[in-house]
């Protein structure tokens, strides 16, 4: 199978359970590998045999900037979803990270995988 991948999307929206959180936006790092079948886009050089990724990029970083989830896999999992709704998609693998949120780390996240089949 084939990936399209999206590497460091960022996002600003409200994430998180505590009161500090829910009152202004913080940044949240994007990443997804999208699992397609390519062969037929790069025979024919034809986009609609393709993951638009910036269509997807877009989608995703608008529904992490709105959706103002509680926690990162709820997050996570609407952004699985919204992949899965393209019909050329057949697995989709997100991770969400809050970068700074943990003190003395980078980042801290959430990485879920979900299929077409599931």
């Not at 899965?84 to 693998?93: S, W, Y």
Request: net charge negative.
């Amino acid at each position: 199978m084939d990936k399209v991948f999206i590497k460091d999307l960022l996002a600003r929206g409200i994430i998180g359970i505590r009161d500090w959180e829910r009152e202004k936006a913080q940044d949240i790092l994007i990443n997804m590998t999208v699992f397609t079948d390519t062969s037929r886009a790069g025979e024919t050089d034809d986009i609609a045999y393709s993951v638009d990724y910036s269509a997807l990029a877009k989608k995703v970083q608008t529904h992490a900037e709105t959706a103002a989830r509680l926690t990162v896999e709820a997050l996570a999992n609407d952004l699985a979803k919204l992949c899965l709704e393209d019909g050329l998609v057949n697995k989709v693998i997100v991770r969400v990270e809050k970068p700074g949120a943990v003190r003395f780390a980078k980042s801290v996240g959430v990485e879920v995988e979900r299929s077409r089949d599931e």
